[in-house]
């Protein structure tokens, strides 16, 4: 059973539609997140979700019971906002996290053994005393998770936190997110525009976009099988390469194989998509190629070279992450492709250099132009 469900959510500013028939479900104990461009409807949605907006139509249930009506304060739901964290600048630290309790009239003792137990927890025992006011960012950051971490409540949601943290520090406070989290024991809510992010936290992820849930899955279902060419862009970095064209089939020695005649080449489909293809009879295609697919042959032995489909490209630059470079090639006229190459030392890769690549053709994607959905993927046939 699900601890949280937003079921068919629908809201209107004005004649401006923020969310449209939004469904999800976390289970308990789940990390779930939310992760959109800006103006796709997050904060809308947990304004729902939190009682501070209402929804013109949908229900939002937790622990079993519609809580659509309630008054937010009644609906046992804590959130981390955004810097400054909601956090009282006029009050101390230890009141700051005493603040959600002592509405709740617990006696004092009561109030102070839990604060001093997530202080120790989350390290900020020492600043029990001090002024919101003259606390670094991180230490802010930190007496915001010991609020939520220190109410019992059924639901907790984190609003982009990471928004205005140095990268040094990112790893830190996700790794005290997770912490605070799990010591808690309920589903969470972590809501994100950064897809790395959310892979990071979450193990299921709904992508939002225009006010619609795109697409709910783990982070590989979201990398290799995108709902639609909004999802394929999105969430991945570099974003996943896509190839317009046509469909042509022809018979070969294993039987009819389709190809997509693109601008510059033609690419082979994977032979399991061949029945799917001649059932539907699409128009046009594009074909989408996930970055890592595309590798140079050189360092493949003749068999598993075989697999792949060969290109002759040329660099034309080139960017370095922590263990990957991206590569821009170009293959014929105009068309540009990112590959991702790891074992790869970028001294050895200069602008206008040839290179043979090779595109793996069991993990290409396949979308229908004009809706942008997904019609065949990897493994699976989903038509
Ligand atoms: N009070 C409001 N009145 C009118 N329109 C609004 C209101 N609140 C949000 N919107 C509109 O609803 C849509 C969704 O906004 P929302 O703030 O939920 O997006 P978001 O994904 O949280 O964006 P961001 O990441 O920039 O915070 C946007 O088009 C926004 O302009």
């Not at 956090?87 to 053994?113: C, H, Q, W, Y």
């Not at 606390?135 to 802010?140: I, V, Y």
């Not at 059932?279 to 075989?306: F, H, Q, S, T």
């Not at 790869?344 to 200069?350: D, G, K, S, T, Y």
Request: with cysteine; charged share 20%; glycine share 8%.
């Amino acid at each position: 059973m699900y601890t949280l469900e937003v079921s068919g959510v629908t809201k209107y500013f004005g004649k401006a539609c923020a969310l449209d028939n939004v469904n999800f479900q976390v289970s308990d104990s789940e990390l779930f997140a939310l992760v959109g461009p800006s103006g796709s409807g997050k904060t809308t949605i947990l304004r729902i979700i939190c009682g501070l907006e209402t929804a013109d139509s949908g229900k939002v249930i937790l622990d079993g019971r519609n809580i659509s009506k309630l008054e937010p304060g009644a609906r046992n739901i804590s959130m981390m906002f955004q810097s400054p964290y909601g956090l009282l600048p006029f009050l101390n630290v230890f009141d700051n996290i005493a603040f959600g309790l002592k509405t709740r009239r617990l006696d004092s003792s009561g109030i102070e053994m839990r604060v001093v137990g997530v202080a120790h927890t989350l390290g900020i025992y020492h600043l029990l005393q001090r002024k919101i006011a003259h606390l670094s960012g991180g230490e802010q950051q930190r007496v915001a998770l010991a609020r939520l971490l220190v109410r019992e409540t059924a639901l907790s949601i984190f609003d982009e936190p990471l928004s205005h943290i140095d990268a040094h520090q990112r790893q830190h406070t996700l790794r005290e997110i997770l912490l605070v989290h799990r010591m808690k024991h309920r589903p969470s809510i972590y809501v994100t525009h950064d897809h790395v992010e959310a892979f990071a936290v979450a193990s299921r992820i709904a992508v939002l976009a225009n006010g619609r849930v795109q697409q709910i899955g783990t982070r590989d279902e979201l990398l290799h099988t995108p709902a639609n060419l909004f999802v394929a862009q999105f969430m991945s970095t570099p974003p996943m390469n896509l190839v317009y064209g046509y469909l042509q089939g022809a018979y070969t020695q294993e039987g009819m194989r389709f190809r997509v005649l693109s601008r510059d080449f033609s690419l082979p489909l994977p032979m399991a998509w061949t029945q799917f293809i001649q059932r539907n009879n699409w128009p046009e295609v594009v074909v989408g190629v996930r970055p890592e697919a595309i590798v140079p042959l050189g360092g493949l032995d003749a068999v598993a070279a075989k697999s792949y489909f060969r290109l002759y490209a040329e660099i034309v630059g080139h960017e370095g992450h922590e263990k990957s470079i991206t590569v821009r090639l170009k293959v014929g006229i105009a068309t540009e492709l990112n590959a991702l190459m790891y074992d790869m030392l970028p001294e050895n890769l200069r602008t206008g250099q040839r290179m043979v690549v090779g595109i793996d053709i069991a993990r290409l994607c396949l979308f229908d132009p004009r809706d942008g959905r997904l019609l065949l993927g990897p493994q699976t046939a989903v038509v």
